[in-house]
């Protein structure tokens, strides 16, 4: 089994099947994709999609980017030559609409190898996590249901493990508050006692092939509700927490900044349009009261 092939294969064949899906749920626009290369090895296929009816800015990207580890991983790992192979699809969507999530996920594998083309080390990483602007907690349970079965195919004690994981990860510390409602989140997943590598790419397999049945069922159910520019206002408050999360605190962002990824489309997950109010208060008792309480105490949803 060569884990590098089989999942490199699944990733193209996973952002296809999103992005058809995306299409469809929006109707309108379409994905344009940007194919790159890497100079110090590799490339990868950033498709993205605006201004649609459903839509408003997003991302469904491939990356496969391989050469001389950068020198601040090289430092990490205490190596002094090695090289890398790293695979992985990140994407994120932000609709237009104030009622429907965004959301964001990635699932991504790495090798490193000595001089003599040998791998010393391995992983699995990824998750994928909710950010809702107006809470429907029966959107939550759902976006969660779907992580927590997928999970215990494979391992009873993973969801719970990885949704804790998750809302310590996507934390803005330094507004002591959650980016969103979570979901799941993994990272340096090795093989043990427990889990084989065999085990494990099939567990990294099913956690991208559950995307789309714990998120577009979201989208079909509140892209046609209504809402008034007050609701738009706020989603583009909120929006600024994300856009602080992703600049501050995101291991992948600074990840592709250090090994001189492809700007563009590192930075394809902010939102186009964002606010930054000075001292921005919510009123007692309201619906974003309602989302800021859940922020500052997260919840068990199932």
Partial sequence: MNI????????FDLQDRICLALEKADGEAKFIEDAWERPGGGGGKTRVIANG???E???VNTSIVHGNLPDVFKEKFGVSDAHFYACGLSLVIHPESPKIPTVHANWRYFEMYDGAGQIVKQWFGGGSDLTPYYLVDEDAIHFHQVMKNMCDKHNSNYYPEFKKACDAYFFNSHRDETRGV??????????D????WEQLLNFQLD????FIEAYLPLVEKHKDDSYNDEEKYWQEIRRGRYVEFNLLHD???????KTKGRTESILMSLPAKVR????FQVQEGSEEAKLIDVLMNPKDWV
């Fill in 193 to 196: 006692e427990n889990m084989s």
């Fill in 4 to 11: 590098k092939e089989t999942f490199t294969k699944h990733l």
């Fill in 207 to 210: 956690a991208g092939d559950c």
């Fill in 276 to 279: 930054w109010d000075y001292n």
């Fill in 251 to 257: 291991r992948g962002t600074h990840f592709g900044i």
């Fill in 182 to 191: 979570g979901g799941i989140f993994y990272d340096y997943m090795q093989e």
């Fill in 53 to 55: 009816h459903v839509i």
């Fill in 57 to 59: 800015k997003g991302g």
